[in-house]
């Protein structure tokens, strides 16, 4: 049977983040942000690794454009990062920090490539966390409205696409819950309530946005691991049906219906975990729902019933070690527990690999929201190896990425409205928790935890498949 084939106008893209790749962390008025102090508390992230050079983007971005444009890629997500925009979160502009992101955003439309802004990749200037515990205070939501006007007023004639929070659930769940990201806090409670202040800076952001931006595009991008049954035992379907309430639409209701989901709100509530809404903030919710749902797919989880006596273990799991077999099982004791699915592989951080997932993440956001969506990120973490003449046959990353393309076309077919798929990542970045080992590129960089060595770009196997995927708009997949 022939599929309907991708849109004309299909977004081929690929992702990075600031934090990631830029470096050039104390430059041209560059304030600190939470990462940058972070990642000094020794013992924090693989060998102490930190992104204060990166993959030096802030000084190579030229180089990183014509590499894009050599490919043919049609998008590009980045971030910005908000201490060179507000060095301290709020008050006067560094000229320096808009200059840098006009500059990149020219030269992306020089080269025909659209670029796709992040507002919030996870670099929450230090000073506001300072000065009243960032994402815990309400005073956070007018701040990050104030920075996200700036943004509007200096961009806004030149991007289109917008991405305004980027994985609300894991920088709140690793930060406030699983105590791996800043600020390091693991307390349901005082998560539940920097999450609920993140909704509401989140719809504020884009309300702003369509008062600002009228021709313009937005939304959110949620981490999102469609959840699986681990039998049809019905109490491993309640707890399916638990998590995907708890896991899932916790967050995507709040983003595209303005509402928290009621089994989950309720389960909060019985166990005093809900968080204070104040008078308001229903209508604020309602007031900034987005124009599309932006989706970073990795992999699935699988779930089975947790008794009320069951594990404690009550923690995202974040396998840093990259050593397989290291996860721990997660969940909520009487809610559901994650266990291993015995029909999936899995990569070298123990994370599932599973295609069909992604087609199953794009159709049941269809069936709920109806909304178009942006795959804002997709991609393998892997080690790659340079052979003694200089290449990278990274087979197994092609084999990965043509198998999800495949799945984003068939969830094309069956109604969904994708309206572009970013790869992650363009170049090889910092991994935030796992050092420079656990790659995501084409473009292969050429640098160590232990040394920053030329810093060169070399193209892998997987840019020559992928520049193939582009000129043939998703036709040929093929190796
Ligand atoms: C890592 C992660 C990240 C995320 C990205 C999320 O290894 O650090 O995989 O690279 O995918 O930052 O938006």
């Avoid at 104030?146 to 004639?157: E, M």
Wanted: glycine content about 8%; hydrophobic content about 35%; proline content about 4%.
């Amino acid at each position: 049977v022939k599929r309907k084939p991708f849109p004309q106008d299909f977004l081929w893209g690929s992702a990075s983040a600031a934090y990631q790749v830029e470096g050039a962390w104390d430059l041209d008025g560059k304030g600190k942000s939470i990462w940058d102090e972070y990642v000094r508390i020794p013992g924090t992230t693989y060998k102490d690794t930190n992104g204060d050079v990166a993959v030096d983007h802030y000084h190579r971005y030229k180089e990183d454009v014509a590499l894009m444009a050599e490919m043919g890629l049609k998008a590009y997500r980045f971030s910005i990062a908000w201490t060179r925009i507000l060095p301290n979160g709020t008050g006067e502009v560094n000229q320096a920090g808009i200059q840098f992101y006009s500059d990149l955003i020219d030269e992306l439309i020089a080269h025909n490539i659209e670029p796709l802004v992040t507002i919030y990749h996870w670099d929450l200037p230090q000073a506001l966390q300072d000065k009243y515990a960032g994402w815990e205070s309400r005073q956070i939501i007018d701040d990050f409205d104030n920075y996200c006007r700036v943004l509007y007023k200096h961009f806004g004639d030149r991007v289109k696409y917008w991405v305004s929070l980027n994985e609300q659930n894991v920088f709140i769940g690793l930060g406030y819950l699983a105590a791996v990201h800043p600020p390091k806090v693991s307390d349901r409670k005082r998560m539940m309530q920097a999450n609920h202040h993140a909704n509401l800076a989140n719809a504020k952001a884009i309300a702003s946005f369509h008062e600002m931006v009228p021709n313009g595009l937005i939304g959110p991008s949620f981490a999102y691991g469609p959840a699986y049954p681990k039998s049809a035992l019905p109490a491993d379907i309640i707890a399916f049906e638990n998590a995907n309430e708890v896991e899932s639409y916790w967050w995507l209701d709040v983003y595209c219906k303005g509402k928290y989901p009621r089994i989950a709100w309720n389960f909060m509530e019985e166990n005093d975990l809900a968080p204070v809404v104040e008078p308001g903030d229903d209508a604020i919710l309602a007031a900034g729902l987005p124009d599309f749902i932006g989706v970073n797919y990795y992999q699935t989880a699988t779930y089975e019933w947790n008794p009320i006596d069951g594990i404690t273990g009550d923690a995202s799991s974040q396998n840093t070690t990259g050593k397989k077999g290291t996860s721990k099982s997660t969940g909520i004791p009487g809610m559901y527990r994650t266990v291993k699915n015995e029909f999936l592989e899995t990569t070298d951080w123990d994370w599932t690999i599973d295609p069909q997932g992604l087609r199953i993440a794009l159709r049941r956001l269809t069936s709920r929201y109806d909304l178009p969506i942006l795959i804002t990120e997709n991609g393998l973490g892997a080690f790659d190896d340079l052979t003694a003449d200089e290449q990278i046959h990274d087979t197994y990353r092609i084999d990965y990425l043509a198998k999800h393309v495949d799945a984003v076309h068939d969830a094309i077919a069956d109604g969904a409205r994708v309206l572009g798929y970013c790869t992650w990542s363009f170049t090889d970045l910092l991994s935030w928790l796992n050092g420079y080992q656990k790659r995501y590129g084409f473009v292969y960089v050429n640098r160590d935890e232990e040394s920053m060595k030329d810093l060169r770009r070399m193209k892998k196997d997987s840019f020559y498949w992928y520049k193939k995927v582009i000129a043939t708009n998703g036709e040929d997949i093929t190796e």
